[in-house]
């Protein structure tokens, strides 16, 4: 079992920045975050693998960047340039599919950190 605890979240304004972290009690392949606004379906944002390959939704891409401190074994998401719709609630993710960045293929998930951006 993957424990996995997400921090960094709040609010910030349009233009800000904001890193969120996420720390993992155990090893998986693929590490990922999603976000979740109300009303809305969760959606992938990045994903790292284990080969050291990442991916992004377009809708981030150049915007944030995901990657991994593997000797902390916690997650990371910089995230630049922020807009109000990227409001939402952000999830930490872990799982063993390979470049995958859909909910259904991560089975381990943290308790979300909240991202407020303000226009």
């Known amino acids: 079992q993957v424990q996995l605890v997400e921090s960094g979240g709040g609010s910030v304004q349009a233009g800000g920045s904001l890193r969120l972290s996420c720390a993992a009690s155990g090893y998986t392949a693929s590490m990922a975050w999603f976000r979740q606004a109300p009303g809305k379906e969760r959606e992938g944002v990045a994903g790292i693998y284990d080969d050291g390959s990442t991916r992004y939704a377009d809708s981030v891409q150049c915007r944030f960047t995901i990657s991994k401190d593997n000797a902390k074994n916690t997650l990371y998401l910089q995230m630049n340039s922020l807009k109000p719709e990227y409001t939402a609630m952000y999830y930490c993710?872990?799982?063993?599919?390979?470049?995958?960045?859909?909910?259904?293929?991560?089975?381990?998930w943290g308790q979300g950190t909240q991202v407020t951006v303000s226009s």
């Open positions: 993710a872990a799982g063993w599919r390979f470049r995958a960045l859909s909910p259904g293929s991560y089975s381990y």
